[in-house]
């Protein structure tokens, strides 16, 4: 069995996403929550299926948002680095 751990950087920003949908529409801020949730289910369910963007890190682009999610496998362990926005800064979280 593997566990998930989720970066606090990466909760931080997640929630920041989600509060910006929601000030615009609750039912986009939903549909955000919805999609991010099967984002890391499918990413527990096969870990292995999404590109590597460098030597550790792999991505997930979050369907219908301009969102990815940025993850590492351990032995045991899938670590979620980031969930950003596509235009953020895209090396601001390899140190995570």
């Given at each position: 069995?593997?566990?998930?751990?989720?970066?606090?950087?990466?909760?931080?920003?997640?929630?920041?996403?989600?509060?910006?949908?929601?000030?615009?529409?609750?039912?986009?801020?939903?549909?955000?929550?919805?999609?991010?949730?099967?984002?890391?289910?499918?990413?527990?369910?096969?870990?292995?299926?999404?590109?590597?963007?460098?030597?550790?890190?792999?991505?997930?682009?979050?369907?219908?948002?301009?969102?990815?999610?940025?993850?590492?496998?351990?032995?045991?362990?899938?670590?979620?680095?980031?969930?950003?926005?596509?235009?953020?800064?895209?090396d601001a979280w390899k140190d995570r």
């Open positions: 069995m593997t566990d998930l751990v989720i970066h606090p950087a990466a909760q931080m920003e997640y929630a920041k996403a989600a509060e910006w949908y929601a000030e615009r529409s609750t039912a986009a801020a939903h549909r955000f929550a919805s999609e991010v949730e099967a984002a890391i289910q499918a990413i527990c369910k096969q870990p292995d299926s999404y590109p590597l963007v460098d030597d550790r890190h792999r991505l997930y682009l979050v369907n219908g948002f301009p969102y990815y999610i940025a993850y590492r496998q351990l032995p045991g362990l899938l670590r979620i680095v980031a969930i950003r926005h596509a235009a953020q800064d895209q």
